[in-house]
């Protein structure tokens, strides 16, 4: 399994960024990925996830509404778009694969994810 993300940067409160993870040596469209966050001294928080065919998706509450995680099976790449973003979503971003196997299959579980990528830090501050 490899995870690359990318994108991260500083943004300003109210902005928007997009984050992009290059998955490979996996079979990607049969999993579902997640977008989970960690901000220094807080424990992390699985933000986002979309199923293996890319039919639900489903967020935390503290990014509902501002958030949207995409994916593109052909490009085996996920993405995020984070809009209104706050200084509470400052935060080191990874893109993560579920374990199981199945296209279909929906979880919001942290601790069905054991692979993840390197990070990339996102910051929002004026």
């Known amino acids: 399994v490899q995870l690359v993300e990318s994108g991260g940067a500083l943004a300003q409160p109210g902005g928007s960024l997009t984050l992009s993870c290059a998955a490979s040596?996996?079979?990607?469209?049969?999993?579902?990925m997640s977008w989970i966050r960690q901000a220094p001294g807080k424990e992390r928080e699985l933000v986002a996830v979309?199923?293996?065919?890319?039919?639900?998706?489903d967020y935390a509450d503290s990014v509902r509404g501002r958030f949207t995680i995409t994916r593109d099976n052909a490009k085996n790449a996920l993405y995020p778009r984070m809009d209104s973003l706050k200084p509470e979503d400052t935060a080191l971003y990874y893109c993560?694969?579920?374990?199981?196997?199945?296209?279909?299959?929906?979880?919001?579980?942290?601790?069905?994810?054991?692979?993840w990528g390197q990070g990339t830090q996102v910051t929002v501050s004026s």
């Open positions: 040596k996996f079979a990607f469209s049969n999993y579902e």
């Open positions: 993560a694969k579920n374990r199981r196997f199945d296209k279909y299959y929906y979880s919001f579980r942290l601790d069905e994810y054991p692979d």
């Open positions: 979309i199923t293996g065919a890319g039919g639900a998706t």
